[in-house]
């Protein structure tokens, strides 16, 4: 079995020369361990080649999972992203109701203050300041609700900080736990 790339090496001159069996027995051999040689390197071309495609379907395979995971993760994210956006706009809300409630309390606290000068009294009387908690917990419908205002009006008026109130944080102590009583 003689490829064609032998018959072009092999000078068939030099083999029709040949002056003895030794030499043609010598070109025979050569011929055929030549045979064997590229039947070999043809084996280990086609084992490369099929390795080669199998690594190629493997890393197809790789990169469809990790396209998979990938689109997974930008799913996850933007749903984060919406999520975050929404606790977002819940906070901005909470805080623009604190906002309105503190300014109303503000605006409270200064109408009972004239109201005390007016009458040469104490500026908070007991009543008033119970008002004012009243106030404060006015929206808050739900046990929920109740407990995080409580937490920000902590937040704001608790004693420890730049402008708590001591006075206002027991009126605002005392309408919690009766309005968690309830």
């Avoid at 064609?4 to 010598?26: P, Q, T």
């Avoid at 605006?107 to 008002?131: F, I, S, V, Y």
């Avoid at 004012?132 to 937040?155: E, M, Q, T, W």
């Amino acid at each position: 079995m003689i490829s064609r790339d032998m018959e072009n090496k092999i000078n068939w001159n030099e083999v029709e020369r040949a002056k003895s069996e030794e030499e043609l027995r010598n070109m025979k051999l050569w011929l055929f361990q030549e045979n064997i040689r590229l039947q070999n390197e043809r084996s280990e071309l086609e084992s490369m080649r099929d390795k080669f495609i199998q690594e190629k379907v493997r890393f197809r395979d790789e990169m469809d999972a990790l396209n998979h995971r990938m689109v997974l993760e930008q799913k996850r994210l933007r749903e984060e992203n919406l999520f975050f956006d929404k606790k977002l706009a819940i906070l901005k809300d909470g805080f623009r109701k604190l906002e309105e409630d503190k300014q109303r309390l503000e605006q409270e606290k200064r109408r009972l203050e004239q109201a005390g000068r007016n009458q040469r009294e104490k500026p908070q009387t007991l009543g008033q300041g119970e008002d004012i908690a009243n106030v404060l917990f006015r929206s808050a419908g739900n046990p929920l609700a109740l407990r995080k205002r409580y937490r920000d009006l902590l937040k704001i008026f608790h004693p420890d900080n730049f402008c708590g109130d001591a006075e206002l944080m027991q009126y605002i102590n005392r309408e919690f736990q009766r309005r968690r009583e309830e």
